[in-house]
């Protein structure tokens, strides 16, 4: 919202859940075309082995990159955590990204990871502001940008053959139905806390969230240990992901113990390694979304529909699937340069200045009975 401006947003977010919603029932479309029951044997079917590496590459890359997020999440969660206590200030061991992320990975996240049934983590898994100026504008030129996170946030493709076997009756209707009411669900809840989120913070919103509450905010330091701890442990499930797929393309989906466990050692070393050197959030989301998320959801379902169906793009059923084809490119290359050249600021571990007690607001003015004006100076306390 901050980046596409929050009417535009609010427009650009309903537009991606409905692109989503159309991808995945088009996914299974092209499933029924090619006989395939899985998002690896369609592309495969389609494309080819080329079509497969291609897939298998993106399917890694998404969770690979998640697991950064997740450190980085961590870093910055647990620091300020770790501050609330006695004696522990920011120059303190305990207040240390590197250390905490470290530490994290070897005690909790490496542990876990190691696990070659996915199911025995289920225990661990159940565990206003100043004013900013053009904070409400329509809309803001790197809305590209914000179409990729929205993309990160609604992808859900690699498991939509896995759902649609499992219904009672698995026919394209009840299929789109489940589809609809699930996309539909998800984009009203993602919508309700986006605007939430921006209404707050406005200018200020940090690709963190948690990085726009004060250090002396108990209830958010209560938050943010809560959030730590649910990311550490879903680390591994995107580790499980991962894992698979290099099982999957280098060793015949079969994994020996050692082999296990070194495959497991790299990909956390060097996930880890890269959330050490990087610590801003948002860049990571948007770098996800545009090299993973976007080919994902817009490019591949679209791709493989439109080569099963047959027919002339631009015609009939096809013609939405053209578009859709046509914009995901255009997003993914636009975003991607864009995300290099323009990059978030990112003010990891800094104070917003607003937490500070002698931040003011010069020339704040109240309006009583709609005729006298009074200017203020707004302290934080009044926030």
């Not at 079917?45 to 298998?56: A, P």
């Not at 649609?164 to 998800?186: A, D, F, I, K």
């Not at 801003?280 to 439109?306: D, M, R, T, W």
Request: net charge neutral; with cysteine; aromatic share 12%.
């Amino acid at each position: 919202m901050k980046q596409a401006g929050l009417p535009l947003g609010m427009i650009l977010l309903i537009i991606t859940a409905c692109i989503t919603d159309y991808t995945i029932i088009l996914m299974i479309k092209g499933g029924n075309l090619s006989g395939a029951w899985s998002y690896q044997s369609l592309v495969q079917n389609t494309f080819g082995f080329t079509g497969y590496l291609i897939l298998s590459a993106l399917q890694f890359l998404y969770p690979f990159i998640a697991m950064i997020s997740y450190n980085i999440i961590t870093g910055d969660t647990l620091t300020k955590v770790f501050q609330r206590i006695p004696g522990v200030g920011p120059g303190h061991i305990l207040a240390d990204r590197h250390f905490l992320i470290l530490i994290t990975t070897v005690l909790f996240t490496l542990p876990l990871s190691l696990y070659r049934d996915i199911s025995k983590l289920g225990k661990c898994n159940s565990v206003s502001r100043p004013p900013v100026e053009n904070a409400w504008a329509f809309a803001h030129w790197n809305a590209v940008q914000a179409m990729a996170v929205m993309s990160f946030a609604f992808i859900c493709h690699h498991n939509s053959f896995l759902i649609y076997s499992s219904l009672e009756e698995p026919t394209l209707t009840n299929w789109s139905h489940v589809t609809h009411v699930s996309v539909g669900s998800s984009a009203f809840v993602s919508l309700l806390f986006a605007v939430a989120g921006y209404a707050t913070f406005t200018g200020y919103t940090q690709g963190d969230i948690f990085e726009n509450y004060c250090r002396s905010d108990d209830l958010a330091t209560f938050a943010r240990f809560c959030y730590g701890i649910s990311i550490i442990t879903t680390f591994p499930l995107e580790c499980f992901v991962t894992r698979e797929v290099v099982s999957n393309v280098f060793f015949n989906g079969v994994l020996t113990n050692i082999s296990h466990i070194a495959v497991t050692m790299v990909i956390i070393a060097v996930s880890t390694a890269i959330s050490l050197s990087y610590d801003c959030l948002g860049i990571v989301l948007e770098l996800n979304g545009v090299l993973s998320a976007i080919p994902l959801i817009f490019i591949i379902p679209s791709a493989c529909y439109l080569k099963l169906a047959g027919g002339r793009w631009f015609q009939g059923n096809n013609l939405v699937s053209c578009i859709i084809l046509l914009v995901g490119m255009f997003i993914m290359i636009v975003g991607l340069i864009m995300t290099v050249m323009y990059p978030q600021d990112c003010s990891h571990g800094a104070e917003m200045p607003y937490c500070s007690a002698n931040f003011t607001v010069p020339n704040a003015t109240l309006f009583s009975n709609g005729q006298q004006s009074v200017n203020l100076t707004q302290k934080k306390g009044i926030f």
